[in-house]
């Protein structure tokens, strides 16, 4: 991961015309606190989490947001990998098992429930996640929960959802979405 760290940033394709991308600044900087948080854990605050759930200000000529998010992928899942062989180590694979086995009985109660009030609901006059669209998503990762059917992590983590008014809550969503992740890459 060090070496991918070091030259990541200097590779990130620049978006082009009207199309922005993330401000190079601040994914220099991240990247950089990455580094030193996956050499020297005690060194920075970052974690797996922490990378997932990062976000940057859009600008004209800055980094491509695909090629970023893709980087940040892959650190994610070198940090989820540290993470649980860390947890394996003081805790034992029972515990870890265990644990990931209640996060996902969590998500599964949670898109379980009927079509069309699986999240809160956003306010009369606010926009949240198209309700049809999520449930569908909801849909396949209970499948995968359930009984195993494919879903990858970059389908979870690159999955949008158009807006509508009185929609989910985009928060409640995305916070599933991360548990999902979460869970994912801990059995990896």
Known sequence: ???EMTTES????????RTKGYRP???????ALARAAFEDPSAADVDAGTVR???FPLVKRGYQVGAVDAALGRIEDAFA??????ALGRAGARAWVGQSRRLAQEILDRLSRPRGRRFRRV??????????????????????LESGEPVT???????AFRMQRRGYSEA?????????????LAVV
Do not use: H
């Open 153 to 159: 992590v970059d389908q979870v983590r690159t999955v």
């Open 172 to 184: 409640q969503v995305d916070a599933v979405l991360d548990a999902v992740v979460e869970v994912m």
């Open 123 to 144: 306010g009369l006059l606010r926009y949240g996640y198209r309700i049809d669209e999520v449930d569908i998503v909801a849909d396949k990762i209970a499948a995968f």
């Open 53 to 55: 759930t990062v976000a």
């Open 1 to 3: 991961m060090t070496d």
């Open 25 to 31: 600044q601040d994914v220099d900087d991240f990247l």
């Open 10 to 17: 200097a590779l990130f394709p620049r978006a082009s015309g």
């Open 81 to 86: 990998a540290r993470e649980r062989e860390n």
